[in-house]
């Protein structure tokens, strides 16, 4: 993830005569009643390597200081331990 404040640029002719969609998403847009069900078995079932995917593991106390080096495009993919 960039940096908070990173602009990106687009042609928006390309956008708009192109048929385009500009759309954010959150989870990768996935449906989560429906897909983390399907990621657990996978990776229980060790066809899914969520461990590689882990940049960090933090305590739930270093959630603020986690989203501080996100905002900074550090740390995107930390996961926090209870």
């Known amino acids: 993830m960039p940096p908070e404040g990173t602009r990106v640029g687009f042609d928006v002719l390309d956008l708009c005569y192109g048929g385009k969609t500009l759309i ?3 989870y990768g847009g996935c449906v989560p ?4 069900p399907r990621y657990a078995a996978l990776y229980l079932a060790g066809r899914l390597p969520v461990d590689r995917l882990i940049t960090e593991r933090i305590k739930l106390d ?3 200081a986690a989203f501080g080096r996100m905002r900074g495009g550090e740390g995107a993919r930390d ?3 209870l």
């Open 62 to 64: 270093e959630v603020n």
């Open 33 to 36: 009643a429906r897909d983390f």
């Open 24 to 26: 954010a998403s959150n």
């Open 79 to 81: 996961v926090v331990l």
